[in-house]
């Protein structure tokens, strides 16, 4: 079982639509990251969290530190929201990835 | 500020050679980050440095892989001799601290035939 599993893989959206993406864990962590990595790849850092909730413009993140979960929430989706985004959770010494979820917002 | 600065931004070399992969960090940040995202294995952490210190490097995959940082502004990733199964992209981060967000740079293609 991996130490970081999100869901889904693949996610289709027509523009505006609520998004959820998750990510769950199975290792202590001391901060969990959402990263957005482009069509072009270059990598974004979204959020660095350890407990409740972040809100940054259209995105907010959640985490439920008991139940080892994130959530990654777009409201009104946009086709320029296009990318992968990725789940990382880190330890005191160590940083792992989720394997992404590929979203794609259609005007 | 111009941000995390990758060079190059793609490499084509060949089986057996020394590849070199740069990297300097945003000013004023203590902690720099190599990472390597392949289609197979996602995104991994190779080496990160705290301070100029080389703190954890038990995600460099072999003996062929070297990273130093001889001062806050610049940081290396070398790979001697380099395989094809070295080819993928490698990205460089840097935080103002262990534990806060980081910021990548593009990072640099590595194809290696």
């Known amino acids: 079982k991996n130490e970081v599993e999100q869901s889904p893989q693949n996610l289709t959206a027509q523009e505006g639509e609520f998004i959820t993406i998750n990510c769950s864990y199975s290792?202590?962590?001391?901060?969990l990251h959402w990263l957005q990595q482009h069509p072009g790849g270059g990598i974004v850092s979204l959020f660095m969290l350890s407990s409740g909730k972040k809100k940054h413009g259209r995105l907010i993140a959640t985490i439920n530190i008991q139940e080892k979960h994130s959530s990654l929430h777009i409201t009104a989706s946009h086709p320029r929201d296009s990318a992968v985004y990725i789940c990382?959770?880190?330890?005191?010494?160590?940083?792992?990835f989720g394997s992404g979820t590929q979203l794609t917002v259609l005007p | 500020d111009a941000g995390v600065i990758q060079s190059p931004r793609h490499e084509v070399t060949e089986m057996g050679q020394e590849v070199t992969l740069r990297c300097k960090p945003i000013?004023?940040?203590?902690?720099l980050f190599w990472y390597r995202q392949t289609m197979m294995r996602g995104l991994e952490l190779l080496i990160y440095?705290?301070?100029?210190?080389?703190?954890?490097d038990s995600g460099m995959p072999e003996d062929r892989f070297s990273a130093k940082m001889p001062n806050a502004s610049f940081s290396t990733l070398k790979i001697q001799p380099s395989e094809p199964r070295d080819s993928a992209v490698y990205f460089c981060a840097s935080s103002l601290d262990r534990s806060n967000e980081q910021f990548f740079g593009p990072g640099t293609r590595l194809t290696v035939l």
């Open positions: 290792v202590g962590i001391s901060a």
């Open positions: 000013s004023g940040h203590n902690s």
């Open positions: 990382a959770v880190g330890s005191a010494r160590q940083l792992t």
């Open positions: 440095f705290n301070n100029n210190v080389p703190i954890d």
